[in-house]
């Protein structure tokens, strides 16, 4: 990974396999890329073909490809109240990293959970011991917590909540943080008029060493709303300008940025040549 270079892609469709992604990528014109691990609305997950993994590896390789960021699905919720609902969550957890051993030395991003009315304290609590119980020493992934919107009683819509999950994990040095600009406005977290005083924010309490990805979206909403719904990137509330300083903030050199803007694939193409257009000096919409 070269921290002079900015990394950007989206996320990714597997049916055609693995290796199949990374040369739709490159024919998009990026070079990192996001993917789910299992179906993101049901859970279920097929078997990934070795051979595949392997070529997928070289070719990331031999392209220069920037860290792929996998997500975890949107079902998996660590701390759910219910017992069978939690129990499907930590398995999914042990299951995905596991197979993440295929692609060594990118990264694993998820939604910490919702708490579902037990409170904050327990979800943290029961995220933290998910993690205890699936992280191992010898793994060759880091595993990233996502800045929430803080809708309902998701955790992680602080960055103070995201630390408290990192300190109770036992191998924290397998532990960062994936940037979501879209969430972390609707958190309140003013990246359009502050973004240096909330990098800052963000160094003190979880330090910016963690920060690990970032998904790159505009937003819907107004800065506070708690609502989490993207818009295309200069469409939405927090506005090209401002992303822009996002995609050429130093602090930010480096990381896979991933589009999560509602787009199809042109969209995305359209949006990886802004992305690049920004970082060569041009910058326009």
Not at 178 to 193: E, K, Q, R, S
Not at 233 to 249: D, N, T
Request: hydrophobic content about 40%.
């Amino acid at each position: 990974m070269n921290a002079n270079q900015i990394y950007i892609g989206c996320h990714l469709s597997v049916t055609k396999g693995y290796a199949a992604m990374g040369r739709t990528m490159l024919d998009m014109g990026g070079n990192t890329f996001a993917w789910f691990t299992r179906n993101p609305r049901g859970g279920k997950s097929k078997d990934i073909d070795p051979e595949d993994a392997a070529a997928l590896n070289a070719l990331l390789h031999d392209r220069g490809f920037g860290p792929m960021v996998a997500h975890g699905s949107y079902t998996m919720n660590l701390c759910a109240a219910s017992p069978e609902t939690r129990s499907n969550g930590v398995d999914m957890l042990a299951k995905d990293l596991r197979r993440m051993a295929l692609f060594p030395g990118n990264l694993y991003n998820f939604h910490p959970g919702s708490h579902t009315g037990q409170g904050l304290k327990r979800g943290i609590e029961l995220i933290a011991e998910a993690l205890n119980g699936a992280l191992l020493p010898e793994m060759e992934n880091l595993v990233l917590l996502e800045t929430m919107a803080g809708k309902g009683s998701e955790v992680g819509g602080t960055f103070e909540e995201l630390r408290e999950i990192i300190d109770r994990v036992e191998h924290q040095a397998l532990m960062g943080v994936c940037l979501d600009t879209c969430h972390v406005w609707d958190a309140g977290y003013d990246i359009a008029n502050d973004l240096d005083g909330v990098l800052t924010e963000f160094d003190r309490v979880i330090g910016l060493d963690r920060l690990k990805a970032v998904h790159l979206n505009d937003s819907k909403n107004e800065l506070g709303s708690h609502k989490d719904r993207h818009e295309k990137l200069g469409e939405g509330r927090i506005g090209w300008e401002a992303l822009q300083r996002v995609i050429r903030h130093p602090a930010l050199a480096g990381r896979p940025f991933i589009l999560e803007t509602p787009n199809e694939d042109e969209g995305y193409r359209r949006e990886i040549r802004m992305v690049l257009d920004c970082m060569e000096g041009g910058g326009a919409a």
